[in-house]
T-cell receptor
Framework: DQQVKQNSPSLSVQEGRISILNCDYTNSMFDYFLWYKKYPAEGPTFLISISSIKDKNEDGRFTVFLNKSAKHLSLHIVPSQPGDSAVYFCAASWPGGAQKLVFGQGTRLTINP | DAGVIQSPRHEVTEMGQEVTLRCKPISGHDYLFWYRQTMMRGLELLIYFNNNVPIDDSGMPEDRFSAKMPNASFSTLKIQPSEPRDSAVYFC?????????????FGPGTRLTVL
């Protein structure tokens, strides 16, 4: 049972354009969401997060949007750069979840010059 | 800080052999997590420790898998006997309970191939 789903295994975007990565979740108890970025042969690194009390969080070129009613979040990257090419994982946690994170399957983003 | 350290980075073994993966968390972190990454299932949590004590091992696939954390700076994940379906990338991550977010810091992973 995948509680966090990233339905697009891959996404290709032209350099300079906007990249939008999507994530859906099923557990309404989730109250904190994170995005991780992973380069080949490296571990995932934290990118940006959002609490369920917010619907938007920005950090430079990266913005995460949360739609609680739809149980959906998205990561926007503007403008996209070649160095953004990586696998992006969405993750969620919940109060009383004892520090556990539930990850999606990941989306491979390729930025084309 | 050197970050989370894992060894070996790559392991190739034959079916039936014992495999031991090692992890050194970031100094001062209270939590240690073991994950497995596969194409089909993405990142799955196998087990995690708090202050060296196993808290939740519900993600461990079967009895062939075991994990220990003898002290705050070292943990092992052992597979005995290994099978081809265990081939995956295994990550260790750590977290500081005093941190303001649920951010976990990952090591570079161990790519395991069981022939």
């Amino acid at each position: 049972d995948q509680q966090v789903k990233q339905n697009s295994p891959s996404l290709s975007v032209q350099e300079g354009r906007i990249s939008i990565l999507n994530c859906d979740y099923t557990n309404s108890m989730f109250d904190y969401f994170l995005w991780y970025k992973k380069y080949p042969a490296e571990g995932p690194t934290f990118l940006i997060s959002i609490s369920s009390i917010k619907d938007k969080n920005e950090d430079g070129r990266f913005t995460v949007f949360l739609n609680k009613s739809a149980k959906h979040l998205s990561l926007h990257i503007v403008p996209s750069q070649p160095g953004d090419s990586a696998v992006y994982f969405c993750a969620a946690s919940w109060p009383g979840g004892a520090q556990k994170l539930v990850f999606g399957q990941g989306t491979r983003l390729t930025i084309n010059p | 800080d050197a970050g989370v350290i894992q060894s070996p980075r790559h392991e190739v073994t034959e079916m039936g052999q014992e495999v031991t993966l090692r992890c050194k968390p970031i100094s001062g972190h209270d939590y240690l997590f073991w994950y497995r990454q596969t194409m089909m299932r993405g990142l799955e949590l196998l087990i995690y420790f708090n202050n060296n004590v196993p808290i939740d091992d519900s993600g461990m696939p079967e009895d062939r898998f075991s994990a220990k954390m003898p002290n705050a700076s070292f943990s092992t994940l052992k597979i005995q006997p290994s099978e081809p379906r265990d081939s995956a990338v295994y990550f260790c991550a750590s977290r500081d309970e005093r941190g303001s977010t649920d951010t976990q810091y990952f090591g570079p992973g161990t790519r395991l191939t069981v022939l």
